[in-house]
Nanobody
Framework: QVQLVESGGGLVHPGGSLKLSCVAS????????IGWFRQAPGGERERVAC????????RYSNSVKDRFTISIDAPKNSVYLEMNTLKEEDTAVYYC????????????WGQGTQVTVSS
């Protein structure tokens, strides 16, 4: 059974930083893509960033590019999201996902961690 456990969410002021972590277990992919989606209240789940386990290639949404950095520790099956210069519109539940690509269809998901950016 695939399990994804996120940590690191919380409350931060605009302009602040947070780092999310996710540990994956129970999967059997030789190659995988792992990353983060988010869902704001009343909104749809949207892609934030993904990283490939084989070559470390990354993909970011335009709204977070240059502010967020995704990284992977493949031997530990872990992915991290360093979020800088946070804005109120980054407020959402952040979900870790693992799949054979960076699409939500057919992905396995964590339970989510709340990130709130507010003054």
């Amino acid at each position: 059974q695939v399990q994804l456990v996120e940590s690191g969410g919380g409350l931060v002021h605009p302009g602040g930083s947070l780092k999310l972590s996710c540990v994956a277990s129970g999967f059997s992919y030789d190659y995988y893509v792992i990353g983060w989606f988010r869902q704001a209240p009343g909104g749809e789940r949207e892609r934030v960033a993904c990283i490939s386990s084989d070559d470390g290639s990354t993909r970011y949404s335009n709204s977070v590019k240059d502010r967020f950095t995704i990284s992977i520790d493949a031997p530990k099956n872990s992915v991290y999201l360093e979020m800088n210069t946070l804005k109120e519109e980054d407020t959402a539940v952040y979900y870790c996902m693992i799949n054979v690509n960076c699409d939500p269809y057919g992905a396995h998901w964590g339970q989510g961690t709340q990130v709130t950016v507010s003054s």
